[in-house]
């Protein structure tokens, strides 16, 4: 009897680090998205803009425990760069030149083969847009944090190595909304107790919508991506 208790427990001994690895995780995503998009304006410049076809670098990092009460941590990164052409002129180079970070806290709600996230946090956008038209040049400066709301929802087919995931964040202040929708489909090609490691495909679609006492427009920026994904 004792015997049989010994062997119960060193066993519980072992499996007990593989047990804690199931809910202590490092996770990061890095990934390049195809967008285009347009720029809707009504003051001070009255035109709108075709985004051509541009990239960017988008990528993430989450950190997650088993800590109860403590939500867990996620930063999600985005770099715009591109030039736009005015619909109906070409009077001088158009210019989107924005970062937007978004600090996040949040709490898993399901984990297991349907997964669901929600949490809150800031958005950061930094940034400039230069526009032109025959008359004036607008330079306008965007600089400052945002409070958001996050959700996260996905599923996974079962020995297969596929799973599928979409993601939302929205928010803003008096000044700045923001809407931040992508959906994805993943393949783990490495599956092992130590490390996850997928290539995903998916679809984003990002608005950031400016009202103020000095400037009122919209930006919209969306398209494909492809990126690889790591858990530990």
Do not use: C
Request: charged letters at 20%.
């Amino acid at each position: 009897m004792k015997i049989s208790k010994l062997m119960l427990l060193a066993t519980a001994l072992l499996l007990s680090p593989l047990s804690r690895a199931d809910f202590i995780g490092l996770k990061g995503d890095i990934s390049y998205w195809f967008y285009d998009g347009k720029i809707e304006n009504s003051q001070p410049l009255s035109n709108n803009q075709d985004i051509d076809w541009d990239g960017a670098v988008q990528a993430s990092i989450a950190f997650e425990h088993p800590v109860p009460f403590l939500p867990n941590a996620k930063i999600k990164y985005t770099d715009l760069n591109s030039t736009t052409h005015n619909n109906s002129d070409a009077y001088g180079s158009n210019k989107v030149d924005l970062t937007n970070t978004d600090y996040i806290l949040y709490y898993e709600i399901l984990d297991n083969i349907i997964s669901a996230d929600i949490g809150a946090g800031l958005a950061n956008i930094d940034g400039d847009i230069r526009q032109y038209d025959p008359s004036q040049y607008m330079n306008y400066s965007i600089s400052g944090n945002a409070p958001i709301v996050y959700a996260s929802v996905g599923g996974k087919l079962a020995f297969t190595g596929l799973s599928a995931k979409g993601e939302i964040i929205y928010g803003g202040d008096s000044d700045i909304t923001l809407t931040d929708i992508q959906a994805e489909l993943q393949y783990n090609f490495v599956q092992n107790l130590i490390v996850d490691v997928g290539a995903k495909v998916g679809y984003r679609y990002m608005n950031i919508d400016v009202d103020d006492d000095k400037t009122k427009f919209s930006t919209d920026f969306k398209g494909p991506y492809v990126g690889l994904n790591v858990h530990f």
